[in-house]
């Protein structure tokens, strides 16, 4: 079998070779680069969907967040209030207990008071009556003779005064 | 991976097929009708028939079969890796595509411009029919590459694309290019436009039909060398080139893998150099506008 030289120049085979590369970057751009391409780009747009999308589910978040904070926060503001009213209420019932304590303290000392004073009179009375009746048996038996219980009682009781203002 | 269909599985297998028969063709075809060579024998490629043709017979030679199988493997893998794409859960095989498309582009976008993205598809060919026709001779083929009409007719057709972008702002600019400096210079500017075809053929071609020769030098004097030494060795044994193993494979992987790859590189960078810097961008662009104006006017 024969073969070339080590340089021998063929113009048909220089062509051919010329053909085969041009033949070869049809191939590789139709079969290589257009589906990659394709493929590439398609990737890309579903990247920009699933951007956009990710996009709408943050704002909506965002959003669904804020009522939510806006809720509580009207929440809070009203828990606060009831709190106070709470608070104002009890402590108006409580001055109103005390009040109404002191009150009827006040009523019962008063009462009390008065009763004292009754009693004493009471006692101061029976005091007069039976110095009364002493000093009319004193006298009737100083004396010696009955005296008219009527006639001295009249002064013993304006002696007997006397001495009650004396000691007041 | 279950999940895919017989039918997918099926097509893969013929992509893969197209990777792996050509190949099996070609060296069996090489088994076939290689001479019994006898020491030292280095020419260019075998020639199988030859078709008469117009001012020059056709050779069918040793170097058309490869490229040819060379470029229906490089089909039955950018089908193969191009086949079932997804925009997700993408498998090995897309982010490879992926990975080429992507390297590529950025490479001829970084070196040629904005302008010349479209010259991207052009690169990842010259760098796959390059790089895969020098890797060829790892099976035992001879590469396409060494074969000095393979690589002119690329060299060619880089000139007729630097001449093309060259002559876009008209002819008249494009011989007033070559007087640029000043006009005396003209004959020398010539000299260097034709020069740049045959430097880069020669240098490509020079390369790996190098290696091989260094390569089969090399072979044959270790088997020299393996027969004077060893040859005391009792019955076959002595006919065994024990020496030939080890030196041949580190040079193989010089000459036929590294070489190879950065000759396809430096024939990528070489033609996206001339051809985005014989492009005269400024004044194509100024034109253009001014043709533009023109056509608003009327």
Request: glycine share 6%; aromatic share 8%.
């Amino acid at each position: 079998m024969q073969t070339l030289d080590v340089i021998s120049v063929n113009l048909w085979q220089i062509l051919i070779s010329l053909g085969n590369l041009c033949l070869l970057f049809f191939m590789m751009k139709k079969f290589l680069y257009k589906p990659v391409k394709n493929v590439l780009a398609k990737r890309q747009a579903e990247l920009e969907e699933h951007y956009v999308a990710a996009e709408n589910a943050e704002a909506e978040a965002k959003a669904s967040r804020d009522a939510w904070e806006e809720k509580l926060a009207g929440a809070q503001s009203e828990a606060d209030s009831i709190l106070k009213k709470a608070t104002d209420n009890a402590t108006y019932r409580g001055e109103q207990i005390v009040a109404g304590a002191k009150e009827q303290a006040d009523s019962i000392i008063r009462i009390a008071k008065s009763e004292a004073e009754l009693e004493k009179k009471k006692a101061e009375d029976g005091i007069k009556r039976e110095i009364v009746e002493i000093s009319g048996a004193l006298t009737e038996k100083m004396l010696g003779r009955e005296i008219k219980a009527e006639d001295h009682k009249a002064l013993i009781d304006a002696f007997i005064e006397d001495i009650g203002d004396g000691n007041d | 991976m279950k999940s895919k269909s017989r039918l997918f599985k099926a097509v893969d297998i013929l992509y893969i097929c197209m990777m792996v028969v050509p190949l099996i063709c070609g060296i069996t075809l090489k088994v076939l009708t290689k001479p019994p060579s006898e020491g030292i024998s280095i020419t260019g490629a075998q020639i199988y028939f030859t078709i008469p043709m117009p001012i020059q017979d056709l050779p069918v030679t040793e170097s058309q079969v490869n490229s040819l199988i060379v470029m229906i493997m490089l089909l039955g893998l950018c089908l193969f890796l191009t086949h079932g794409l997804k925009t997700r859960d993408i498998s090995v095989r897309q982010h490879l595509a992926e990975w080429i498309v992507e390297s590529v582009d950025s490479l001829v976008k970084n070196s040629m411009g904005e302008y010349f993205a479209n010259f991207s598809a052009f690169i990842a060919a010259i760098l796959a029919l390059s790089g895969f026709s020098s890797l060829l001779s790892l099976t035992g083929l001879m590469p396409p590459t060494s074969d000095i009409n393979v690589v002119g007719g690329w060299a060619v057709l880089v000139f007729v694309l630097i001449t093309y972008y060259k002559m876009k702002c008209g002819p008249l600019q494009y011989v007033k290019s070559f007087g640029d400096p000043v006009p005396f210079l003209a004959p020398l500017n010539i000299i260097s436009e034709v020069a740049t075809p045959l430097s880069m053929a020669f240098r490509h071609y020079g390369n790996v039909l190098s290696g091989s020769v260094i390569s089969v030098l090399i072979g044959t004097a270790l088997q020299g060398l393996s027969r004077t030494v060893l040859g005391w060795l009792p019955g076959f044994l002595g006919d065994i080139p024990f020496l030939q193993l080890g030196l041949p494979a580190v040079l193989s992987i010089y000459f036929d893998v590294f070489s190879g790859l950065l000759q396809a590189y430096i024939f990528a960078m070489l033609t996206m150099m001339y051809v985005s810097g014989g492009f005269p961008m400024e004044l194509y662009f100024e034109r253009k506008k001014k043709k533009a104006e023109l056509k608003a006017k009327d």
